[in-house]
């Protein structure tokens, strides 16, 4: 009976051990914990799209800090410029560019980085604005001729890790946001889709 006990009490501290191990190893996960490898990035990036059927030039940067390799979360924007012909009733000869930028939080999931060549998937939450400039440059501000948008914009980035400190990355997007409100101006102007390229410098 006693040999029965014993063996009893010894099973039972090595199953306890056994569970504290695993708890140890297995324990919940947070931010700040120990074990985190967290890092951050700066980031250009160079892209085309189309406005109101017209060719689109755009430049951005963003800065995000990283969360354990696998989601980062920052703040960036891009302007863009463009070549558009409006011809309004006042006048029908005028030529104007069409001018402006976006931006705001990105929120940005990413699959497998320890890969060279992996996916990320950056979601920006934001506001923009986008106004009518004319051929001489004439900035005065004429509330008809600008407005100011929400966006939401997705994309899909393929990156390759170049270096330890460097990716690069090809990205296709799709911009949706609110109504434009500009005059002799299609209220979707700003929704389409962009392709573009992407440098980010950082601790990955």
């Known amino acids: 009976m006693k040999q029965l006990l014993?063996?009893?009490?010894?099973?039972?501290?090595?199953?306890?051990?056994?569970?504290?191990?695993?708890?140890?190893?297995?324990?919940?996960?947070?931010?700040f914990s120990k074990g985190r490898q967290n890092g951050g990035y700066g980031a250009l990036s160079f892209g085309y799209t189309q406005i109101d059927g017209k060719d689109a030039f755009l430049m951005g940067a963003r800065g995000s800090w990283i969360i354990d390799h696998s989601f980062a979360i920052g703040l960036g924007g891009c302007g863009f410029v463009n070549d558009v012909n409006y011809h309004n009733w006042?006048?029908?000869?005028?030529?104007?560019?069409?001018?402006?930028?976006?931006?705001?939080?990105?929120?940005?999931?990413?699959?497998?980085?320890?890969?060279?060549?992996?996916?990320?998937?950056?979601?920006?939450?934001?506001?923009?604005?986008?106004?009518?400039?004319?051929?001489?440059?004439?900035?005065?501000?004429?509330?008809?001729?600008?407005?100011?948008?929400?966006?939401?914009?997705?994309?899909v980035e393929l990156e390759f890790n170049m270096t330890r400190h460097l990716r690069l990355a090809g990205t296709i997007g799709y911009r949706f946001t609110s109504k434009v409100e500009m005059i002799d101006t299609n209220p979707d102007i700003m929704e389409g889709a962009n392709i573009g390229l992407i440098m980010k410098f950082g601790k990955f």
């Open 6 to 31: 014993l063996l009893i009490f010894i099973g039972l501290g090595v199953l306890c051990a056994s569970a504290q191990e695993e708890n140890d190893n297995n324990q919940i996960s947070t931010i």
């Open 90 to 155: 006042i006048n029908n000869d005028l030529n104007n560019n069409l001018a402006g930028g976006y931006g705001g939080l990105y929120l940005e999931p990413i699959l497998a980085p320890r890969l060279p060549v992996h996916i990320s998937i950056p979601v920006l939450l934001g506001v923009g604005a986008v106004a009518q400039v004319e051929d001489h440059h004439d900035w005065t501000y004429d509330n008809s001729r600008s407005d100011v948008f929400l966006v939401f914009e997705p994309a």
